[in-house]
C-alpha cells in the first residue's frame, strides 16, 4: 500500500510541475489567461498592437477609492500593480472624443447604448455598488472607457468612469476563449 501511494505522489508531482513549467513558459512568452467574468474566459496574449478603440487591453488600475474598495471586496485580485492591485483585463469602447453617459438603462458612447452595460445596484451579497453621475461627458485625449463585452456583472467602466491611457500596460487579443456564465 504504502509503495502505491509512493508512485501516486511521485506521479502527482511530476505532473504538477509539469503544468507549472508549461503555464510557466506561457507566461514567460506573452500569454496571459482570463478567468473573470469581464471577457470570454482562455488564453490572451500580449501584442504590440496600438491602443485603440475595440482593443482588449490589461491595466493596472489607479490607487483611487473605488478601486482600492473593489479589491477589499473581492473583486480585484491583489497583484503587481501600484497599490498591489492586479491587472484588470477590459475592452476599450470608447476613446478620445467620444461622449459617454451612465444612465439607468445603461451606458452610451455618443448615444448607442452598450449591450451588458446597465448598472446595478448592489453586487451578488448586497453591498451597494459605486454609481456615477449619468451627466455627459466627452473624452479627453487620454482617456478610455474600459467594459466588459460579455457579462452584465463585470466590475467596469460604469461602476469606476474612464481611465487615463497610462494605465493601460498591454494590448491584448484572444487566442483560445470560449463563454462563461
Excluded at 50 to 78: H, L, N
Aim: glycine share 14%.
Amino acid at each position: 500500500m504504502r509503495k502505491g501511494l509512493r508512485i501516486v505522489a511521485g506521479i502527482t508531482l511530476a505532473a504538477s510541475i509539469g503544468v507549472g513549467g508549461v503555464a510557466g513558459g506561457i507566461y514567460a512568452a506573452g500569454g496571459r489567461f482570463n478567468t473573470s467574468k469581464s471577457l470570454e474566459l482562455g488564453l490572451y496574449w500580449i501584442t504590440d498592437a496600438p491602443i485603440t478603440k475595440g482593443a482588449y487591453v490589461m491595466f493596472c488600475p489607479p490607487e483611487r477609492k473605488v478601486f482600492v474598495d473593489a479589491k477589499e471586496r473581492g473583486y480585484i485580485d491583489a497583484g503587481f500593480c501600484p497599490g498591489n492591485f492586479g491587472h484588470l483585463m477590459k475592452k476599450i469602447l470608447a476613446a478620445k472624443g467620444d461622449t459617454i453617459a451612465v444612465t439607468p438603462q445603461g451606458v452610451t458612447v455618443n448615444g448607442e447604448v452598450l449591450p451588458y452595460s446597465k448598472p446595478v445596484a448592489e453586487d451578488g451579497v448586497g453591498r451597494p455598488l459605486p454609481q456615477l453621475s449619468s451627466a455627459r461627458y466627452t473624452l479627453g485625449a487620454s482617456e478610455l472607457l474600459l467594459m466588459s463585452d460579455s457579462s452584465p456583472t463585470s466590475f467596469d467602466g460604469r461602476y469606476f468612469g474612464p481611465i487615463t491611457r497610462s494605465q493601460v500596460t498591454s494590448v491584448i487579443r484572444p487566442v483560445l476563449t470560449w463563454k462563461g456564465e
